[in-house]
């Protein structure tokens, strides 16, 4: 059973930093991308950043957050990062990772991703 588990959320001030994280468990034949949503309340559930799991780590952001973060991955420890600097009260939701099984080429829908973690509370206070 595949799992992915997120951490590190929390309460921040603006222009804070926090850095997540999303540890894979269970057995996947193909792990092609990893990528990170977030839901605010009243919103839609938004792409906010994405990586290839091999080929040198390839990303793609969301332009409302180019720039202020960063998506790495370990592929030693099955784990991505999400290192979220300059944080603005809008930044606040829970994130959620999700894992690319198929290749959708760094998607930034929900249906390019397979599997999906519970997410993590980040608030960021004005």
């Known amino acids: 059973q595949v799992r992915l588990v997120e951490s590190g959320g929390g309460l921040v001030q603006a222009g804070g930093s926090l850095r997540l994280a999303c540890e894979i468990s269970g057995h996947i034949f193909s792990t092609y991308a990893m990528g990170w949503f977030r839901r605010a309340p009243g919103r839609d559930h938004e792409f906010v950043a994405a990586?290839?799991?091999?080929?040198?780590?390839?990303?793609r952001y969301s332009d409302s957050v180019k720039g202020r973060f960063t998506i790495s991955r370990d592929i030693t420890k099955n784990t991505v990062f999400l290192q979220m600097n300059n944080l603005k009260p809008e930044d606040t939701g829970v994130y959620s990772c999700?894992?690319?099984?198929?290749?959708?080429?760094?998607?930034?829908?929900?249906?390019?991703?397979?599997?999906w973690g519970q997410g993590t509370q980040v608030t960021v206070s004005s």
């Open positions: 990586i290839s799991w091999y080929d040198d780590g390839v990303t």
């Open positions: 999700a894992i690319d099984t198929h290749w959708a080429s760094l998607g930034t829908h929900d249906h390019d991703y397979d599997y």
